[in-house]
């Protein structure tokens, strides 16, 4: 029954889910708790755009105690075509993936989902052209993007990539506030050290002004425990980082130079700025730079957005 599907019309099926969300009492969020999907598959039930899989309908029937009869339902056999996952051996670029996970990434707990969320106009450029192409080289996966006003999401559907990486990395399913920790794997190589810092700093770092004439960088993160560790692997590589209770930074002018040497950030955002600290001695403020017109983003956001999943941030 696996490859069975609902064969109806949209317009019967939104029907349909609507009568057993109501009769079970269900929130769209609890909706899609119950069935193992993402609140935005529920939606997609909804509107007809996913055809509803029979073992799913079963479900909200035996639990709503719906009797079949009432209703003209038709199924239809697809063979989805498996997508399969290779994952590749670990690397430099696998650390740098683990570091932006751990940034603005996250496990989803419902639906097997990995995904990266990062500022729609600032990050785009990086989300598109560093993230996603991380996904197709580590998992032979292509991952989908989704654009909304104030956020742009890389997002992978695989239950095999999602129970490798908390399996083996120990990265935690769901909220990752006092969970974290960097895998044991980053500290066998100062090639992985360098590599996780960056795809961290791309991702939930940041470049500033700290007076009109000086700069700091800066990471933050409201786990104490893992921000305690990303402070020492700083310290590992020399780095003269101070410590805080929420924050990182590091403000020595040479610290700095070294940290964009050594390290090498791959978001542009974070490089334009620092060219243009190094040529005026001044960083430009965030709202002073029109990143639209910067790096030639276009206003191509989605009419109907996906659902927020929540706070991704650790």
Same mark, same amino acid.
């Given at each position: 029954?696996?490859?069975? @599907?609902?064969?109806?019309?949209?317009?019967?099926?939104?029907?349909?889910?609507?009568?057993?969300?109501?009769?079970?009492?269900?929130?769209?969020?609890?909706? !899609?708790?119950?069935?193992?999907?993402?609140?935005?598959?529920?939606?997609?039930?909804?509107?007809?755009?996913?055809?509803?899989?029979?073992?799913?309908? +079963?479900? *909200?029937?035996?639990?709503?105690?719906?009797?079949?009869?009432?209703?003209?339902?038709?199924?239809?056999?697809?063979?989805?075509?498996?997508?399969?996952?290779?994952?590749?051996?670990?690397?430099?670029?696998?650390?740098?993936?683990?570091?932006?996970?751990?940034?603005?990434?996250?496990? &989803? #707990?419902?639906?097997?989902?990995?995904?990266?969320?990062?500022? !729609?106009?600032?990050?785009?450029?990086?989300?598109?052209?560093?993230?996603?192409?991380?996904?197709?080289?580590?998992?032979?996966?292509?991952?989908?993007?989704?654009?909304?006003?104030?956020?742009?999401?890389?997002? *992978?559907?695989?239950?095999?990539?999602?129970?490798?990486?908390?399996?083996?990395?120990?990265?935690?399913? %769901?909220?990752? #506030?006092?969970?974290?920790?960097?895998?044991?794997?980053?500290?066998?190589?100062?090639? @992985?050290?360098?590599?996780? *810092?960056?795809?961290?700093?791309?991702?939930?770092?940041?470049?500033?002004?700290?007076?009109?004439?000086? !700069?700091?960088?800066?990471?933050?993160?409201?786990?104490?425990?893992?921000?305690?560790?990303?402070?020492?692997?700083?310290?590992?590589?020399?780095?003269?980082?101070?410590?805080?209770?929420?924050?990182?930074?590091?403000?020595?002018?040479?610290?700095?130079? #070294?940290?964009?040497?050594?390290?090498?950030?791959?978001?542009?955002?974070?490089?334009?700025? @620092? +060219?243009?600290?190094?040529?005026?001695?001044?960083?430009?403020?965030?709202?002073?730079?029109? @990143?639209?017109?910067?790096? %030639?983003?276009?206003?191509?956001?989605? &009419?109907?957005?996906?659902?927020?999943?929540?706070?991704?941030?650790?």
């Amino acid at each position: 029954m696996e490859n069975l @599907y609902l064969n109806i019309e949209k317009e019967k099926q939104r029907k349909l889910v609507e009568i057993l969300k109501q009769k079970a009492g269900f929130s769209w969020t609890q909706l !899609a708790r119950f069935l193992g999907v993402t609140r935005g598959m529920t939606i997609n039930y909804h509107t007809g755009k996913c055809r509803m899989p029979f073992e799913k309908i +079963k479900m *909200l029937f035996k639990l709503t105690k719906t009797s079949w009869t009432k209703f003209d339902l038709k199924f239809i056999e697809v063979k989805n075509k498996p997508k399969n996952p290779v994952i590749s051996e670990f690397d430099e670029d696998f650390a740098e993936f683990l570091g932006l996970l751990y940034g603005d990434g996250c496990l &989803s #707990k419902h639906g097997n989902v990995i995904h990266v969320t990062c500022n !729609a106009v600032s990050d785009r450029k990086y989300v598109e052209e560093t993230v996603k192409p991380k996904f197709v080289k580590l998992f032979s996966l292509e991952p989908k993007i989704i654009i909304n006003e104030s956020w742009i999401r890389c997002r *992978l559907y695989s239950k095999k990539v999602s129970e490798f990486l908390s399996n083996t990395f120990e990265i935690p399913i %769901g909220k990752k #506030k006092g969970k974290m920790k960097i895998p044991k794997i980053i500290y066998s190589n100062p090639v @992985y050290y360098k590599a996780f *810092l960056r795809g961290l700093f791309d991702t939930d770092g940041g470049f500033h002004r700290h007076h009109k004439n000086s !700069a700091q960088i800066h990471f933050t993160s409201a786990d104490e425990n893992f921000l305690k560790e990303t402070w020492k692997l700083l310290l590992k590589l020399g780095f003269n980082a101070k410590l805080g209770k929420e924050d990182i930074w590091i403000l020595d002018s040479v610290e700095i130079d #070294k940290f964009f040497k050594e390290i090498n950030p791959h978001n542009p955002k974070h490089i334009y700025k @620092y +060219k243009k600290y190094k040529k005026t001695g001044i960083v430009p403020l965030h709202r002073e730079i029109d @990143y639209a017109k910067l790096f %030639g983003v276009c206003d191509r956001r989605e &009419s109907n957005p996906a659902p927020k999943l929540g706070k991704l941030r650790s």
